[in-house]
């Protein structure tokens, strides 16, 4: 197969420390991966986007989340691995200059939701309304939160020293809800992951974390049972947000 043949000629190069013919094979790796990689992790990132919105969905979202979360990894992989090379061919330096100012998911940022369940309250229920064959009152327009406000809403709490629970109930929201406004506002820098947690709970979650390299989150939590190194939720932001490059293993 594609994989085992790739793999092969990888070991066989890196014996004869042919790093120029690695760097070739890795370049068409990418370029033969990137597509089908980027089209994948699209359609399950808009999916991921359009069922933020409908609370009764959110054990699916999550699901999305985790295969979101773990396509990006292997996509960052792919550019780990070139990056690497580079360092061994032009040195560290370059190296390091090309992974610190290269995005490698500029592309991702730009993803918008393609379907009608998009965060847009208005044009879904036009899209209801149209598929309604009674003829029903105009209802009045509601006057919306200005985008992300929500989660805005949740720093600000956070930062006035409420605990999770407590903006919870101020707001009359779920706890897994203002947990993943907190890993949202470290993934835009609004804040950073030790304005959440200590750094020697990130250091914990990730030695955890690195023992189970490879596998789902959700294998994790099942593998782990009661043995996590502490709260459930704190697991979970720590590994989004190592799939999104803010924390590095």
Known sequence: DVAGKFSYQLQKAFAQKQYSFIAERLEAANNYFETPLRELITEVYNQVLNLRRKAITKEYSDELEEFDAWFTRIYLHFKRCSILVLGILEGTEKAYEKWST???????????????????????????????????????????????????????????????????????????????????????KHMKPEEVLSQDEIYKITDFLIQFDGKRIGEILTEAGDKLPTDKWKVLMVNRLIAEEIISL
């Open 102 to 188: 290269t995005n490698y998911l500029d592309w991702k940022e730009k993803i918008k939701p393609q379907t009608v369940y998009i965060e847009n309250e208005d044009l879904y229920e036009e899209y209801l309304k149209s598929k309604s064959k009674k003829k029903k009152e105009p209802k009045e327009k509601k006057t919306k939160p200005e985008k992300g406000a929500s989660t805005l809403a949740t720093m600000q709490y956070f930062k006035d020293g409420l605990s999770i629970p407590e903006i919870a109930e101020r707001r009359g929201l779920a706890e897994s809800t203002i947990c993943s406004h907190l890993t949202q506002l470290c993934i835009n």
